[in-house]
Structure formats: structure tokens, C-alpha cells
């Protein structure tokens, strides 16, 4: 298959190796460079990073929207688009010019948790399975037809972060099962019921309210993990919350009843790994290694 691969945070580069390594990619489109650090240097994306080392064309452009945009893209002249997390909307020109269209590595079991924060939504909610689908793009917020899926668990030691490494090797897998058989491949459309929509996180979503149960915060924290993190100010200052799990407990809400464990509305969570402003993540046991104790603080 002649591919061009359009994709840009960590999560797409797995689909990128796997797909150079099997078929001919034309050209990479990512996102353009964006001022980042303390200089606010331009910082190259991580899939324009990677297509760069392995000697693939790139572009950036700021939209797919004009004319020229959608001329060059047309122009490349290949089989099918691979999208992965790419960050811009593909104008209906663009879904059309490859000869397959345009497939998208999404990470959800869709019809459940369209849009921008699959991941953590599913943690958040409690959900028991996510996955990868494969879907024919069209104009909608991902509601083309789906080619294959796979599912994963989502374990209760699972953060955002361990999921999103596991959903993009799976889909890195799965989108060189669907380039083969593409040809054969039968669309599924998806069902009407249960829609729903995985809206970007918020950082104001992100203060525990230590009112809540202990499995509604024990999600929050997993699922915010590593960023933005879950927190809460407490004597050490603000404190994030990076790894967590729901366990018996009684106090008053936000009490540190013993070691890191801190009380809820309902029951309590045991903390596992921290990170103080301006420092490193850490165990919760470090942390306690450079104080007193915390056991009868308040966290707020």
C-alpha cells in the first residue's frame, strides 16, 4: 500500500513504525512545531521527530482547508490515509482523495467514547474493557463505519498512562491487519445506541472532592494520570495524585488516616505515587521517608 500517515502525539509513532515497515509511506503530515521548555524553542511533535530519523517527507501544515493544501494532499496519489490522533479536522476533499479513504486508529470501542479523551473517560467511568477500532473516516466526530476491533481490560492498577501504551501498540497491530485484508474488508456500521462522547479533559476536573467516594476518586486519579494529575493542597503544598486504589477506611473526608491512605465521603484510597510541585514522581512511601508523618492532616 502507498500510505500517508497523518498523526502527531506519542500515541501515533508505534503505527508509523509498523506501517514504514510494511508498506511505502509517501509522506507524514503532523502538526506544526510549537514553542515549548523554558527558551519556548520551537519543539518538533513526536511523530514529526520520528518521521524525521526515519528519512520520511513531512509536512505541517496550519490547516487542510485551502485549495493548495488540498491539491498537494491529492497529489501524493496513494491508496489509503492512516489518521492517528492527528489534531486537525480532514476537509471532505481530503477524505476522499486516497483510493481507500481515510482510516483512523481510535482508541475506544466505538460507539462508546467518540472524541477527544477516550482513555481517561473509560478509567474515569469504571469501564471493565476498552480497545482499538479501525474506522472508514467520514465527515462526523468518529462515526464512520468500523473495519476490526480489538479489546483490552482495563485493570484497576491501569492510569491513563499504561493504557494509552497498551491501546497504541494494540493499534499499531491492528491497522497492518486492516492495510492487508483491506481490500476484503467489510465495514460494519456502528449501532445507534450507546453513544457516547469522551469531551476533552478539563483541568478544572482535576481537584479532588474528597466528599466523593473512594471508587469515584481512585478513577479520578488513575484516569488523569499522568497529566494534568488529579490534586489537592495539603501542608506539603500542592500535591498531584498519580496512582491510587479505593480501600475500607473511616474518617472525615480528606483526614490522612495512615500512611498515605486519606479518607473519602465513602471508604478510603490508598495513594501509591505522588509528585510535589517543581519535583520528580515519586512512591508514596518516599514521600513519607522526608516527613513526620501526615496521619491526621487534612488534605483539601
Not at 509536512?59 to 482547508?65: G, T
Not at 496519489?77 to 489534531?87: L, N, P, Q, R, S
Not at 479520578?220 to 489537592?232: D, E, H, N, T, V
Given at each position: 500500500m502507498r500510505v500517508v500517515f497523518m498523526g502527531t502525539p506519542d500515541f501515533s509513532v508505534p503505527a508509523l513504525d509498523a506501517i514504514h515497515a510494511a508498506h511505502d509511506v509517501a509522506c507524514v503530515y503532523t502538526q506544526p512545531p510549537r514553542p515549548a521548555g523554558r527558551g519556548k524553542q520551537p519543539r518538533l511533535t513526536p511523530v514529526h521527530a520520528r518521521a524525521q530519523a526515519l528519512g520520511l517527507p513531512v509536512?505541517?501544515?496550519?490547516?487542510?482547508?485551502t485549495p493548495e493544501a488540498q491539491a498537494e494532499f491529492a497529489a501524493l496519489?496513494?491508496?489509503?490515509?492512516?489518521?492517528?490522533?492527528?489534531?486537525l479536522i480532514l476537509p471532505q476533499p481530503v477524505l476522499d482523495a486516497p483510493r481507500f479513504g481515510c482510516l483512523n486508529i481510535h482508541a475506544s470501542l466505538l460507539p462508546r467514547w467518540r472524541g477527544a479523551a477516550p482513555i481517561q473517560r473509560a478509567i474515569m467511568a469504571g469501564d471493565t474493557e476498552t480497545g482499538i477500532c479501525i474506522m472508514q473516516?467520514?465527515?462526523?466526530?468518529?462515526?464512520?463505519?468500523?473495519?476490526?476491533?480489538?479489546?483490552?481490560?482495563?485493570?484497576?492498577?491501569?492510569?491513563?498512562?499504561?493504557?494509552?501504551d497498551r491501546l497504541s501498540d494494540i493499534g499499531a497491530g491492528l491497522i497492518c491487519e486492516a492495510l492487508t485484508a483491506l481490500p476484503d474488508l467489510e465495514p460494519t456500521p456502528q449501532p445507534e445506541t450507546g453513544v457516547t462522547y469522551a469531551a476533552k479533559i478539563d483541568k478544572a476536573e482535576a481537584r479532588v472532592d474528597w466528599t466523593e467516594s473512594s471508587v469515584v476518586i481512585a478513577?479520578?486519579?488513575?484516569?488523569?494520570?499522568?497529566?494534568?494529575?488529579?490534586?489537592?493542597e495539603t501542608p506539603l503544598g500542592r500535591l498531584k495524585l498519580l496512582n491510587a486504589r479505593a480501600v475500607t477506611g473511616q474518617g472525615r473526608p480528606g483526614e490522612v488516616l495512615h500512611g498515605l491512605t486519606v479518607a473519602c465521603g465513602d471508604g478510603a484510597v490508598e495513594i501509591r505515587e505522588v509528585q510535589r510541585q517543581g519535583k520528580r514522581a515519586m512512591s508514596a512511601q518516599d514521600l513519607l521517608r522526608g516527613t513526620s508523618g501526615l496521619t491526621g492532616v487534612i488534605f483539601v
Open positions: 509536512r505541517h501544515p496550519a490547516s487542510l482547508k496519489d496513494t491508496d489509503v490515509a492512516v489518521v492517528v490522533a492527528y489534531g473516516m467520514e465527515a462526523g466526530l468518529d462515526t464512520g463505519p468500523v473495519l476490526l476491533c480489538a479489546t483490552t481490560p482495563i485493570l484497576d492498577t491501569d492510569t491513563a498512562q499504561t493504557l494509552h478513577r479520578q486519579i488513575r484516569g488523569l494520570s499522568p497529566f494534568p494529575g488529579a490534586w489537592c
